[in-house]
């Protein structure tokens, strides 16, 4: 297991060195950190499928599509997996995108583990400056108050139109913890999600 989780970080290392700070090497390594907590209180989870769709997760978003050059079953198939594990993982991969709210269904444990693994990495502290980081990359304002949140989304109007940073909050992050699947995954997101509203109450009084 391990020689293959090696190899696959390898194969990643130079995708996610193009990416922003929001999505970088450093965001796949805490969402590691995170999916081994939840680990230990799902022991039924298969952990080399939860490693490595952790590992690939980003290798396809949509976000950076002009920066694809390889698919994820090629990686996958580059490192040896046999086709049950390759079909896992990206069974797994397919539960994480938010899009909206429009996300497809949790198959599997190891979806719900990746998937809430990598939305703690969105809220809170780290949520925060990662919504930052990458609004400043795509050139998005910090705020707007003549904007308003929307709700009920496709997932192309999510995507098809680029608000402000903290609209993002609203449209997205601060749903997050209530859409956690695993009963480890809501007990860490309870204290990041409350951290944001803080951050954005503290805000609210500085720009009013």
């Keep these: ?22 999505h970088d090497l450093d965001h796949i390594d805490r969402v590691m950190k995170n999916a081994e907590k939840i680990l230990t209180a799902e022991p039924s989870a298969d952990e080399l499928v939860v490693r490595l769709a952790v590992l690939l997760h980003d290798v396809e978003d949509a976000k950076y599509e002009e920066m694809h050059e390889v698919t994820t079953i090629e990686l996958l198939e580059k490192i040896g997996a046999t086709q049950q594990i390759a079909n896992n993982v990206m069974s797994a991969i397919e539960s994480v995108s938010f899009s909206g709210g429009n996300a497809k269904d949790i ?22 400056a990662r919504a930052f980081a990458f609004g400043g990359a795509r050139g998005r304002k910090l705020y707007d108050q003549q904007e308003e949140a929307r709700k009920d989304m496709s997932e192309s109007e999510y995507r098809k139109k680029e608000t402000s940073t903290v609209t993002h909050f609203h ?13 480890e995954g809501v007990r860490l997101a309870q204290e990041r999600h409350e951290f944001m509203v803080q951050f954005l109450h503290q805000l609210k009084l500085e720009i009013e």
């Design 1 to 22: 297991m391990q020689e293959m989780i090696a190899k696959c970080r390898t194969e990643v290392e130079g995708i996610y060195k193009k990416f922003d700070a929001s």
């Design 107 to 128: 198959t599997s444990i190891e979806g719900a583990i990746v998937r809430d693994a990598d939305r703690l990495d969105a809220i809170g502290a780290v949520g925060i």
């Design 171 to 183: 449209e997205k992050l601060l749903l997050l913890s209530e859409l956690m699947v695993t009963k």
